[in-house]
């Protein structure tokens, strides 16, 4: 591996323990990543209900007009993602005649892709690296630096999703989903504090509904 690969590596690595990642929801990270295998954009996807969902991206892809991670999610079987966890990842170089290919990744112009899985006792989510601009292919040593990559990332990711997940059942209301009085308390102290940082008025509406224990 080039010098310079090595550097940006160790940095990227460095910049994950250092938990900058919850600056900006992994965006400059993933900027990073992206610049290291000489890509036009990275992502992690999370797993969840049969598709993977890439909820951090990195800018080029953050700037897309249209996209949505519930437009652009990939589905776990008869996909890129299905055969990459075989072995840990997959280098896919001609993705617009790719026999699995996703149709919104297709209309976004992606032309070739490398994805590795996220994993711990068991898969959950990949990290991948795509060209939209350039025809140039990744190589198998590609392939294993990122699935090296991943598996640093693998136990970042995962500490996150279960914080997520015991934050929902603080915050929400078992039966019905709903939000409770502490995510009320906490997102009105948010809220206000930002109003009053940047200078914009603030509105709140309460509602009374009669006999709402019947619903």
């Not at 690969?5 to 965006?27: F, S």
């Not at 969902?53 to 890129?80: K, L, Q």
């Amino acid at each position: 591996m080039e010098r310079w690969k090595v550097e940006k590596l160790l940095n990227i690595i460095e910049c994950v323990a250092r938990g900058e990642y919850e600056k900006d929801n992994w965006r400059r990270i993933l900027d990073s990543v992206a610049e290291l295998f000489d890509a036009d954009a990275a992502a992690i996807g999370e797993v969840r209900d049969g598709f993977v969902y890439y909820t951090r991206v990195s800018g080029f892809i953050e700037n897309f007009p249209d996209y949505d991670p519930e437009r652009f999610r990939v589905p776990i079987n008869r996909s890129a993602f299905a055969e990459a966890i075989r072995r840990g990842y997959i280098v896919i170089n001609d993705y617009q005649s790719y026999r699995w290919a996703v149709e919104s990744w297709k209309k976004a112009g992606m032309r070739s892709v490398l994805i590795a899985v996220l994993e711990n006792s068991d898969v959950f989510g990949s990290l991948a690296v795509a060209r939209f601009l350039s025809d140039k292919p990744f190589t198998e040593e590609d392939g294993r630096i990122l699935k090296s990559l991943a598996f640093i990332f693998s136990f970042i990711v995962k500490e996150e999703l279960e914080k997520r997940k015991l934050l929902e059942r603080a915050t929400k209301d078992h039966l019905t989903g709903l939000y409770n009085r502490l995510f009320l308390e906490e997102a009105l102290e948010r809220e206000v504090s930002r109003a009053n940082r940047y200078g914009f008025p603030l509105s709140l509406i309460m509602l009374d509904l009669d006999n709402f224990k019947s619903v």
